[in-house]
């Protein structure tokens, strides 16, 4: 019994020691085994490891840097009485005679703000800030206030260039890159909301490249939550730098005020648009003369389209630009001068942005075939709101 006890133990050791050896050398000898899988995840460092950037307590030196170069604007305009219904009536003209013509004029005030981009004085807010308007006052930072005029303005982009002369330089604001701007970097708006005088508020970049809100012709606003309400039309957003981002413009709102969605047009484009209008009095883009519509799924399928890429044409203006090119109705245009047309908007602004006099590449799609066009753009006419 003691024998056979001793080879059963033996047996047992020699068999767990060759499993030891096999397992740890040749594992794959004993086949797969249902081993749990790896979960990849991204852990924070550990706090301490490293220095932390902290982010600041203040944003007072952005703001006293750019407060200097934000102004209010005053604008009133004369409104024209309607005629007496009854003033060509020779009875009621024999009792008040020339008083029913005599009508008291009255003028509407409004207000907005401004930002000053040149030391020279030149102003650069809203076209619906100074829209309609035949005075214009600017008040400065310090309180002064100056006559202005209307170097240009684009009701497109919705913006407008004054100039005052102050006698003396003016404190300019410094532009800033919005290619460098991301959702969720702190900016300040800065203006005249309500006329309660030169106001700060802070929020975050919500979104960028806003468009299809059908505020105006050409679209790519900021979206912020800092509050802007109506008066900070035409005023500075600011980034944490005091660098200016974009110029306030609208917002979304059901009751007037401020309800956390405001959007700027990015300094990018409102520097194209003033150097043009400092330059010439005016912008100057291209144009073809189509309408176009999107290309819905259905739209696609009912065409017999091949996809829903690009934009259609539905319309083209005799005698225009496309017309003489050979650019027909049910055309579906896929790029422009090698920009790619994703809708109506993109073609808009790809058009928009070339030359007029030049001649650039137009590709389409007539039917199933593919088609290559060259076409002489034009000048787009002044508030068309043609494509």
């Not at 050398?25 to 991204?42: H, S």
């Not at 035409?234 to 609208?250: E, P, Y």
């Not at 309408?291 to 819905?296: D, G, H, L, S, Y």
Request: proline fraction near 6%; charge should be neutral; aromatic fraction near 6%.
């Amino acid at each position: 019994m003691h024998r056979l006890w001793m080879i059963f133990a033996q047996t047992v050791t020699i068999s767990v020691a060759i499993l030891f050896v096999v397992t740890t050398l040749r594992p794959d000898w004993l086949g797969e085994r249902n081993t749990p899988p790896a979960v990849t995840i991204q852990e924070a460092i550990a706090p301490g490891s490293v220095p932390a950037a902290r982010a600041p307590s203040s944003y007072a030196d952005a703001a006293r840097l750019a407060l200097p170069s934000v102004v209010h604007i005053f604008t009133s305009k004369e409104i024209k009485s309607q005629r007496h219904p009854f003033a060509d009536d020779p009875l009621f003209r024999h009792f008040f005679g020339d008083r029913l013509d005599n009508q008291p004029q009255q003028r509407a005030s409004g207000l907005g703000s401004g930002v000053i981009v040149s030391p020279e004085g030149y102003v650069l807010t809203n076209n619906h800030v100074i829209e309609g308007a035949d005075d214009i006052e600017v008040a400065l930072n310090n309180g002064r206030k100056l006559p202005a005029r209307i170097v240009g303005r684009d009701p497109e982009s919705d913006l407008a260039v004054l100039q005052i002369k102050s006698g003396g330089k003016l404190p300019a604001i410094t532009f800033g890159h919005t290619d460098q701007l991301h959702v969720g970097d702190v900016v300040l708006a800065i203006g005249n909301p309500f006329g309660v005088g030169q106001t700060v508020t802070m929020g975050i970049v919500s979104a960028l490249g806003r468009s299809h809100l059908g505020i105006n012709t050409f679209e790519d606003f900021i979206q912020t939550d800092a509050a802007i309400n109506p008066g900070n039309s035409g005023g500075a957003l600011i980034d944490a730098s005091g660098n200016l981002v974009g110029i306030n413009s609208a917002i979304y709102s059901r009751t007037g005020g401020s309800l956390g969605i405001g959007f700027a047009i990015p300094v990018s484009l409102a520097r194209n648009v003033m150097e043009q209008i400092i330059q010439t009095g005016s912008v100057t883009r291209g144009w073809i003369g189509v309408e176009v519509q999107a290309i819905t799924g259905e739209l696609a399928e009912s065409f017999g389209l091949p996809s829903s890429d690009g934009t259609l044409i539905s319309g083209v203006m005799r005698g225009s630009p496309a017309d003489r090119a050979g650019i027909q109705p049910g055309d579906v245009l896929l790029t422009v001068d090698g920009r790619k047309v994703n809708d109506p908007q993109s073609m808009l602004e790809a058009i928009a942005a070339l030359r007029p006099g030049q001649k650039a590449d137009f590709e389409l799609r007539r039917g199933k075939a593919g088609i290559n066009l060259k076409v002489e753009i034009a000048r787009r006419p002044a508030l068309s709101r043609g494509d």
